[in-house]
């Protein structure tokens, strides 16, 4: 068995749309590689940073993913795999992690980031970001009410004027 730890220069695409790790950004691995029968056990961590955008104020989304990885590395031409199976293969006494990274990486990646639990998202109406304005509000009339506003003195609501009348 042998461990490794290493820090590495992260490939570009490891992510999705909206968020994922940077290019050239460091990924630090801490990994365990262990002799088996059928090849090389490749098992461990991933730590690295994300960025990405919120999907509900498209504000900004730093955070840091910290995933398990455990890949098998077959020895060439080994009799036990079959055309079917996903298994990689050990090329050159060498281990191509790429592969195995950006399955780990990837598949642990929020489907849905936002900057806080809680973020209230843009205003329908405007899209302005609803953070910091608890009462941001927008008047507006159901379009198929609006001819019955013009019945209304000063365009207030029904009844308005019948209960000053009253009152005097």
């Known amino acids: 068995m042998r461990t490794v730890k290493r820090r590495v220069v992260a490939p570009p695409g490891l992510g999705t ?5 940077p290019s050239g950004t460091d990924l630090e691995l801490d990994l365990r590689l262990e002799a088996v029968m059928e090849g090389v ?8 940073c994300l960025g990405g955008q919120c999907v509900r104020c ?7 993913i910290d995933v398990d990885l455990q890949e098998l590395y077959v020895y ?3 009799a036990g795999v079959d055309d079917d199976d996903e298994l990689r293969e050990i090329e050159d006494e060498l281990i191509d992690l790429e592969p195995a990274l950006r399955d780990a990486v990837v598949l642990a990646l929020p489907f ?8 209230p998202g843009l205003c329908p109406e405007c899209g302005e970001p609803l953070a910091g304005q608890p009462d941001h509000r ?3 009339v159901d379009p198929r009410w609006q001819a019955l506003l013009g ?11 019948h209960d000053e009348e009253k009152e005097s």
């Open 76 to 78: 060439p031409g080994w």
């Open 58 to 64: 498209l504000g900004e989304v730093d955070d840091v």
């Open 138 to 140: 927008h008047e507006s």
């Open 17 to 21: 749309d909206f968020i994922g790790v």
């Open 151 to 161: 019945l209304v003195p000063d365009g207030g609501p029904p009844g308005a004027a």
């Open 41 to 48: 056990l490749v098992s461990g961590g991933v730590r690295g």
């Open 112 to 119: 849905q980031p936002v900057c806080r639990p809680d973020c």
